[in-house]
């Protein structure tokens, strides 16, 4: 159907709200991809030049939209497309999950239901956003809107929006009322809460300009102490993300603060319509709101969307606590350095044990559930020990680094000597810490095994364990690297929960909760158990972190062979202990290509490790603080510049740090 076959229908049906044709309009003004922003282009060009040299097409169609418009309740759409609401997020979740198989009922008496049937396409956004602004304005034009004509159509309209403002209001005053918003800021409770003045404010300013409406003589106030109030509103709102940095935050405060947040942008965007009076100011704001309700329309079911904006202050300070944690992982000079040799030397050590124990359990007659478990145990047992003896897994750095290097991303944006640096430094300390788990963890399975032959006179393994063990490793003949960015994922996934952990610590007063205990006290004395508690507001995300870690280590594989998927987990650490119980299971008979490819293989395991979980945890990092990175080939270029002139430095510190 061609445009003008269209505008000649609504000229034909005049003073009708039946919806359908325009509708139809937007179909074809719509390209084929939502990209083909040149080709919506052209057809809105096609619609002007048909408006403007057939002035009664475009009086049929001015009155047409007015129509249609005026005959519904449009409060809802302005107070509640795309406003959070209360709901909380997996009921939301759960809802839109729902909705996505058998959409809601459409209720034409409200033009929210009525203005998602039009713009039904869920990339529609994308082009009416593509089109140039100039373009929709050019068309707004042509139509001839005459702004107090519009509003004052049985005062409909402009009674709707004054209705929004009050809704809007309300919901500003409930959520400031909040005890969670109150717990994070006291002073709420102390002085005048701007969240219900604000709501005095709106009120007075709805009736009298309800009053004005019907008597043009009779004055009404402005709106500029109402912005006053509201900026004192968002003023709050900073603060409390503010204090969040050092006390956490939760999921619900997240929703809380989004739901203020675009409640008070879109009662701004509402009085600007109300009060200003310069036509121009009028249309741009107005086709602002459009744009902004057409992309909350598109992306009402969008599960994506609902993660994401409930979520992002918790991401920020999940990579905090990891950046935080990172800067234990960088050696700025020879005596850290050494020190963290002597940390993953230690956990090598103990890597060496939790190795051979999983080989003993794997010779038990179990299911694969009972493998689960007692792999995930010894895992989690193993990791946690490691960090309670204040030692060093090397691939759970990455996580942590990447995060410290986001964080340096956003302060020095500007500053690649100092982001040079700090990379260098990362480089090197994460290769020490490699070296000393591998070559820790290598002869400590060795000897183990030396020992175990010595002690039962036979060996740890036999010769087709200790083939498959070798097989493991090989990069050509066996999914190693794959099962290897497997484990990739789960470093990375540890290290955002082991934020999460962190964060949850501190925003629920995990260690002041403990110390109210008064069984705990009587049992361990209040000094041993305030140190206790001390310790597990610390500690409490690492804890967590490596105890699901080693849960994600112990059941993948497991699951793998209950699904009959080629899944597992491969780790540079152990794969180095296997390897020295190979040696020995196969009586040192092994050829030197063997020796070559198993070696390669260890080594490319630790590369995807670190590789998989760096990348997701650096993009993770970014996306929380919103930071885009545009010098990287500059960085890569200082990079490599330093590498040829100080190598020796990525891999060891340099003298003049001592």
Known sequence: MSIETILEQIAATPNTSDATNLRGLVAVLRPKRASQFNVATERIHALCHLLHSQPHYAEALRNYLVCVVSARKTMHLFSDTGITLTTG??????????????????????????????????????????????????????????????????????????????????????????????????????????????????????????????????????????????TQCEEVVIKIRRTAATQGVSVSLTRLLLSVTQSIARLRKLLTLIEASDKEQILRTGFGLFKELVYADNRKYSLADLARSHTDLITLQVTEHAGR??????????????????????????????????????????????????????????????????????????????????????????????????????????????????????????LLAVAWAGVTGSNFIDADKARHLLQDINPVASLSLFHAAIAGVCLFLSGLISGYYDNKASYNNIPARLMQLPSMNWLFGTARWKRITDYIGNNLGALAGNFFFGIMLGSIGQIGVFLGLPIDIRHITFSSANFAFALVGLDYQLSWQTWVISLVGIALIGIVNLTVSFALALYVAMRSRNVSFQQSRALLAMLGKRFIQRGREFFFPPKESV
């Not at 997020?89 to 996505?100: D, E, I, P, T, V």
């Not at 005062?155 to 809007?168: C, F, M, P, R, T």
């Not at 002073?187 to 009736?207: G, T």
């Open 325 to 446: 944690s990172g800067e234990h992982y960088v050696a700025d000079n020879r005596r850290e350095w050494f020190a963290m040799l002597r940390s993953a030397s230690g956990a090598g050590f103990v890597v060496g044990f939790m190795a051979l124990i999983k080989i003993l359990m794997s010779k038990l007659p179990l299911a694969p559930f009972g493998f689960a478990f007692l792999f995930s145990l010894n895992y989690s047992a193993g990791f946690m020990l490691v960090h309670i003896i204040h030692c060093t897994i090397a691939t759970k750095q990455p996580a942590m680094t990447a995060a410290l290097i986001a964080k340096s991303l956003d302060q020095n944006k500007r500053n690649l000597d100092d982001l040079c640096e700090l990379v260098v430094q990362v480089i090197r300390t994460q290769f020490i810490a490699i070296i000393g788990n591998v070559a820790i963890a290598m002869p400590t399975a060795y």
């Open 89 to 230: 997020f997996w009921s939301a979740g759960w809802q839109r999950l729902l909705f996505k198989i058998l959409p809601p009922l459409v209720n034409d008496d409200y033009l929210r239901d009525v203005f998602g049937t039009i713009f039904n396409h869920v990339d529609d956004y994308v082009w009416i956003n593509g089109v140039d602004e100039a373009v929709w304005l050019e068309l707004i034009q042509m139509l001839g809107f005459r702004v107090r004509e519009v509003q004052s159509k049985s005062d409909g309209i402009l009674g709707e929006l004054l209705s929004a403002l009050q809704v809007l209001s309300y919901r500003i005053s409930a959520i400031g009322l909040e005890s969670e918003l109150v717990r994070n800021h006291p002073a709420i409770e102390r002085y005048e809460s701007p969240f219900l003045r604000q709501n005095d404010e709106i009120n007075e300013y709805v009736k009298e300009f309800a009053a004005w409406l019907q008597d043009h003589s009779l004055e009404h106030r402005d709106a500029q102490h109402i912005e006053v109030l509201l």
